[in-house]
């Protein structure tokens, strides 16, 4: 498999550059080792993965329905019900609606059999998800061993995010669908060498990025085979493969980008960059800290010039300066990321070819670094701001926050797929072979983390879903590998408890259960209004008002009561949030998914409430994005709507929601703010 059978011909006017690839390419695959299972798949395995796919089936079509819809469903019921009114997804403001316009289209035929209603419109969803437990099982037949494997597929259908996400009408269990998909692809592709499973793992990513454009992240997939085998020839045409779907990336997401109204910019200049775009900008120190800063820099330089004179390789040792001068640069400017990064990559290139010794000259460099570290954190402690900003400064660029985002599914299987890198690194450096899984985790797993955290500072986990079906993959291989570890020595000091498969069977049970939390899992299946926003209720309500012409409506979710009510009059968010779905249209700034109007301020709540004195005026309130009470998306028109200006005639059932009327009392003050 390692041999340069595989790369003869590649160039045939020079053999010698054939000859250094080959070379190349064997250096690199040796530093892998292949772990496919020996052991194969029987009847009573394929039984029990019938068991555990009907139990996930049960599980995402129990209480599929009972309760209305939430989150961003309503913007794909909207689309759905447009097309099966009119053939296309427009929305009420008349936009295109063109995101996941597979499922907007499988949706639409699930409401054309059962009707409209939140069950039909998450079929589509619940029967993906169900579909997915298989496909996983699928790709887990390349790192594990039949029972390792159903455990895997266990948690699969047990876990949490997942059943929640076949149980919602959005793309992201497609999304995790066509990932398990292409894994499955490129594992067989590795397997046979037949180009056809290689076009199916493209085409299965291209789908997943019509569905979802985060599905690029997992791209790299595409050049595990060509690594681990040795073979520049597929290692090319994986290049290839991957350089297909980038570009088809750019063209989808291109195409979906062009259908979104720009927002106005002078709509909320004077605010800055939004909050989810930004961390705290390092301090500008005084001048006397940063010559003193750059002056101990300067000495650490020397330990790190010092520390790669022990090692004798020549290119090793300047690899060894390189790294670790640039990642103290890149310390001195507060790219603290970026730098810890490149000061293991160091880090391990002289431990592998320096051996031991490097340690005490390594562990000098080490403590003048922490003690940089240490001032930097005193100087910036030292200003206002809390701990996650000083620590976001010391950061600085990509973000780690996707890190810990991803971790949010399931933390175990997070924390051990880490531990498979601390590993295969620890390996590394002892002159040894890096399991193959850990190399999924970096292709599809830690790089993909590393490069969202450009692009965005602070995001919602599900921005991280395309990586967790490989991190789960990697989380299960590893603790198959660290069970073999321990029977081992168990064997060996001749313990018994640990020697047969039954202790095998109890270690993948027991990290079965620590990666789906069973207490999560009951808190998620068939879960009502305790865990979900009642807007439907709240429509059901203003429905039983019998609003006339002349009464005025506001909603906080503006999407979901267009949906259930038809039309709203204006949307209630500050500018802050509201920012991002607005245009300017005939004069006047409204949410480009509705075409409601927008009401941003207390100025203009307040104008509303004169303007329309003598008239009804409801503001329908929103049961998500509580973790601040939503004060912040609704900024200085909170107090308002707590003040005896209002009065609460409805609260939902899930203890939230709140249907607020205006009760004609007079404002507190007048309002002397112009409107926006």
Not at 590 to 602: E, K, L, N, P, R
């Amino acid at each position: 498999m390692f041999s340069d059978a595989a790369n003869r011909g590649l160039f045939p006017v020079s053999p010698t550059l054939t000859d250094h690839v080959g070379g190349f390419m064997r250096s690199l695959s040796e530093l892998f080792r292949i772990t496919v299972p020996l052991e194969r798949d029987q009847q009573a395995h394929r039984i029990m993965l019938l068991v555990i796919v009907s139990i996930g089936a049960w599980l995402r079509f129990w209480g599929l329905g009972n309760v209305g819809l939430h989150g961003d469903e309503e913007t794909m019921a909207m689309a759905t019900m447009a097309i099966v009114r009119d053939g296309a997804p427009i929305l009420p403001s008349g936009m295109f609606y063109p995101r996941g316009m597979t499922e907007l289209y499988l949706m639409a035929g699930s409401v054309q059999l059962f009707g409209e209603s939140e069950w039909a419109f998450r079929v589509p969803s619940a029967v993906c998800g169900v579909l997915t437990i298989w496909w996983a099982w699928l790709a887990g037949r390349r790192f594990l061993r039949p029972y390792w494997n159903l455990a895997f597929a266990t948690a699969v259908a047990l876990l949490p995010s997942m059943i929640v996400y076949s149980q919602t009408a959005r793309m992201y269990i497609f999304l995790l669908a066509a990932v398990a998909g292409c894994m499955v692809c490129v594992f067989a592709w590795e397997r046979s060498g037949r180009l056809g499973w290689l076009i199916g793992g493209v085409l299965a990513l291209v789908i997943g990025i019509e569905l979802h454009a985060l599905a690029v992240t997992t791209v790299l997939l595409f050049l595990m085979p060509g690594i681990l085998q040795g073979d520049f020839r597929k290692l090319l045409y994986g290049g290839v493969a991957a350089a297909i779907v980038m570009v088809s990336y750019l063209l989808i997401n291109g195409w979906v980008d062009s259908h979104y109204p720009v927002p106005p910019p002078e709509y909320a200049a004077d605010l800055g960059a939004p909050m989810w775009d930004r961390s705290r900008a390092p301090e500008a120190f005084a001048l006397t800290f940063e010559i003193a800063l750059w002056i101990a820099g300067l000495a650490i330089a020397f330990f790190a010039v010092h520390l790669s004179r022990v090692i004798p390789q020549r290119f090793a040792a300047i690899s060894v300066a390189t790294l670790l001068l640039v990642g103290l640069l890149l310390q001195l400017k507060l790219y603290y990321h970026m730098a810890v990064l490149l000061f293991v990559a160091g880090v391990v290139v002289a431990r592998r070819f320096g051996g031991p010794r490097v340690w005490r000259r390594l562990s000098i460099f080490a403590l003048g670094s922490g003690l940089l570290a240490l001032i930097h954190f005193s100087l910036l402690a030292s200003t206002p701001g809390s701990l996650k900003k000083v620590i976001g400064a010391l950061v600085g660029q990509p973000s780690i926050w996707p890190y810990a985002r991803i971790l949010d599914f399931s933390e175990f299987a997070g924390l051990l797929a880490l531990a498979s890198v601390v590993w295969g690194l620890w390996q590394l450096m002892k002159r040894r072979r890096v399991t193959d899984y850990v190399l999924l985790g970096v292709l599809a797993v830690w790089i993909p983390m590393f490069t969202i955290g450009f692009f965005v500072w602070s995001m919602p986990p599900r921005y991280t879903v395309a990586s967790l079906l490989p991190m789960m993959v990697c989380a299960f291989a590893f603790a198959q590998k660290g069970t073999d570890w321990l029977q081992a020595k168990a064997a060996a000091r001749n313990i018994s408890p640990l020697k047969d498969r039954a202790g095998q069977l109890v270690a993948a049970a027991v990290t079965t259960v620590l990666v789906v939390n069973p207490m999560e899992v009951v808190a998620n299946v068939n879960s009502g209004y305790e865990s979900n926003p009642d807007h439907k209720g709240a429509a059901e309500f203003m429905k039983s008002q019998n609003i006339g012409p002349g009464d005025v409506v506001l909603a906080e979710d503006i999407l979901q009561q267009t949906y259930y009510l038809g039309h709203v009059d204006y949307w209630l968010m500050s500018r802050n949030h509201a920012r991002r779905y607005v245009e300017l249209k005939n004069g006047r700034i409204q949410d480009f998914y509705t075409g409601s109007g927008v009401i941003s301020s207390a100025a203009m709540l307040e104008d509303l409430l004169r303007d329309a004195r003598g008239h009804r005026i409801f503001v329908i309130g929103s049961g998500e994005n509580q973790s601040d009470k939503r004060r912040g998306m609704r900024g200085d028109m909170d107090p308002v709507l707590h003040s005896d200006q209002f009065e609460v005639v409805y609260e939902g059932r899930d203890g939230l929601t709140q249907v607020w009327r205006a009760t004609g009392a007079p404002p507190s003050q007048p309002s002397s703010t112009p409107r926006e």
